[in-house]
């Protein structure tokens, strides 16, 4: 259940290469950071992990074959703010139901209270909107997760409440993690190994 | 010498529910800051606390369906709305979040220009973008056209080449590298050692701690503790209230614990203290009123269990 990406180059259109031969291997239950300046193309790289994106040049290889193209795809990727990656006219309970249907115990863990499932997503608060981007990239096809900027709208106790949820889950279904994150302290204290993405 | 000082600020927004129902929501109640001359004021706190909307009731920028109450005094005298309207944007300037609120349409050389008030507003542009290193070339440049960080700066130029005496900055740093970071911070403790007064909006306690001089807590719409940044060093045993340690141990660096729950949502206030449902202090007492805020070891605590 390896994902592997292999030599992947990426540009937008004619522009010059965000990056080129960017090689990386992820086993599973393994926490990998990634941390560089802004504008290196951080983001780029998890969205050609997650399948939002193709590389220009070489392949991202999951368990030894291309990612699927259909299907519930085994990437799964959380962005840094939730009110944009939630559809504002549906209520929290379709919003966290879209993809299946998560179990209480997962609900529990996170925190995420009941009364808040028939509210609209304006009602809530970004950390409370947060939780339910989680549960829903947490299915239970779900082999790696990819955390960019995951918590960096949130306080520090919220921050440290789901980063506890995520890290058991992950350990319980052997799932990676790729974090991308500025906060240094948050890196030392979740990853088992960082990446520069500097060079 | 306190610049701004907010008294007992409360504000409600007015909603219809089903038809004509009408219902209050009460946001922020019984808030108590003050800014001061040549100092720094962080306000930290999780989204929904209330942060950005003392921000708006201080500029006076609410929306129409907004009841204030309190009072907002500035340099001593009461800040109405005549004055908000003069005041802003001239003595009071707020450095929003995002290049957004940038002019998309105008460049924005033009923008810093349209803040100078006194003086030749070409050369004060010029000279603050050489400051914050803004090639000759960005003044003729369009938002769009600009980075995320360039942006930031831009803003920043903005409220410098204003004049203002207070400087209000609306959570100016999250997602951005440490350099760019470093960089906005230290323009902030510039402002301030030049005299002026500066509120940095925060969810981020580490950054606040960095610059500040002292930290606001806001929980739930108050302000639950204001303490010296001095005092938040090892476990936090100098931290006054419950909620601010807490907020420090589940810091990466320190604990990493969190403490279970969530800030209670506006329309469902427990009719005490507002912690009081995730505190582990709380007695019977707690549940009777909300505490007052009251002065303890050179800060302020709303807490009755705080020594």
């Not at chain 1, 519930?72 to 703010?81: A, N």
């Not at chain 1, 949820?165 to 948050?186: Q, Y």
Request: include cysteine; aromatic fraction near 6%.
């Amino acid at each position: 259940m390896q994902l592997e990406a292999k030599d992947i180059g990426f540009r937008y259109g004619d522009g010059p290469w965000l990056f080129q031969g960017v090689n990386l291997t992820l086993e599973p239950g393994e926490i990998v950071g990634i941390t560089g300046p802004s504008g290196r193309g951080k983001t780029t790289l998890c969205r050609i992990l997650a399948g939002f994106e193709a590389p220009i040049e070489g392949a991202v290889h999951f368990n030894g074959a291309p990612l699927p193209n259909n299907g519930y795809h085994p990437v799964q990727m959380v962005l840094q703010h939730p009110e944009k990656a939630i559809n504002p006219r549906w209520k929290m309970h379709k919003i966290l139901n879209e993809g299946y249907q998560p179990d209480k115990e997962l609900l529990d863990l996170l925190g995420i209270e009941r009364e808040w499932l028939t509210r609209w997503p304006h009602e809530l608060s970004g950390g409370e909107l947060q939780r339910f981007c989680v549960a829903r990239a947490l299915g239970p096809n779900t082999r790696y997760l990819i955390a960019d900027e995951m918590t960096t709208m949130l306080d520090a106790n919220t921050q440290a409440q789901i980063w506890h949820a995520v890290i058991e889950i992950a350990k319980k279904r052997e799932m990676g993690i790729i974090v991308v994150t500025h906060e240094s302290n948050l890196m030392r204290r979740l990853c088992h190994r960082v990446i520069d993405f500097n060079k | 010498m306190s610049i701004l000082e907010v008294e007992n600020l409360s504000v409600s927004f007015k909603q219809y529910t089903d038809g004509f129902k009408e219902i209050n929501h009460k946001v922020i109640s019984s808030l108590n800051v003050t800014l001061e001359a040549g100092k720094i004021l962080a306000v930290v706190g999780a989204s929904g606390s209330g942060k950005s909307l003392l921000a708006h009731a201080i500029l006076g920028i609410l929306p129409s369906n907004a009841n204030v109450s309190g009072i907002i005094k500035y340099e001593g005298k009461e800040l109405t709305p005549i004055r908000q309207t003069a005041l802003r944007g001239k003595e009071i300037a707020l450095v929003p979040q995002s290049v957004n609120f940038l002019d998309p349409l105008m460049r924005v050389g033009n923008q810093v220009r349209t803040s100078v008030k006194n003086g030749d507003a070409v050369s004060a542009q010029r000279k603050v973008f050489e400051r914050y290193r803004l090639g000759k070339e960005v003044e003729d440049m369009y938002p769009f056209q600009l980075s995320g960080g360039m942006a930031r700066r831009t803003l920043l130029s903005t409220a410098m080449v204003s004049d203002a005496k207070v400087i209000i900055a609306d959570e100016p740093t999250p997602g951005l590298d440490p350099v760019v970071i470093k960089e906005a911070l230290d323009n902030f403790r510039e402002f301030a050692d030049n005299g002026c007064a500066v509120m940095l909006i925060t969810h981020d306690i580490e950054s606040a701690l960095q610059i500040a001089d002292k930290i606001a807590v806001f929980y739930a719409g108050t302000t639950v503790e204001i303490a010296p940044v001095e005092d938040f060093v090892g476990n936090g045993e100098a931290i006054r209230h419950p909620y601010t340690k807490a907020l420090w141990r589940a810091l990466p660096q320190n604990e990493f614990r969190p403490i279970p729950g969530s800030q209670p949502h506006p329309s469902s206030l427990p009719p005490g203290c507002l912690f009081e449902p995730r505190c582990e202090m709380a007695t019977a007492e707690c549940r009777q009123a909300p505490p007052k805020m009251r002065e303890l070891r050179d800060g302020m605590v709303r807490c009755i269990h705080a020594t």
